[in-house]
């Protein structure tokens, strides 16, 4: 699988909150609302997506190598994508979606 590291900060198009860059990862969602941008088409980094739609925080899964990772859905075009939760995103949003069931 093919990954380019993009770590930058940015303004979250959902809550306008300024997202830091993250240590040791790429962040690629709001630390606050947990809400990302479909700007990604074919693996992490790309930046190829001509959809650029909102990227709905659906839920919360786990997994063994990565730990919690969370559920985005594209509210324009309905793309799910996985993406690992961060250490300093809001703990008690991810614990609400950890009720939604999985896609």
């Known amino acids: ?16 909150a300024k997202v830091p ?4 990862s790429c962040r690629n969602h709001c ?9 990604d088409a074919e693996f992490p980094g790309d930046r190829a ?3 650029e739609g909102l990227m709905a925080p659906t839920g919360l899964t786990q997994s063994g190598k990565k730990g919690w990772i969370l ?7 309905g793309r799910t994508i996985r993406n690992k939760l961060a250490d300093d995103d809001n703990m008690d949003l991810a614990i609400a ?6 896609p």
């Open 1 to 16: 699988m093919n990954f380019i590291v993009i770590n930058e900060p940015f303004q979250c198009l959902n809550c306008g």
């Open 71 to 77: 559920l985005h859905q594209c509210i324009k075009c």
């Open 21 to 24: 860059t993250q240590k040791g």
């Open 97 to 102: 979606l950890s009720r939604n069931p999985l």
């Open 49 to 51: 997506s001509q959809c």
């Open 31 to 39: 630390q606050v609302c947990l809400y990302s941008r479909h700007v």
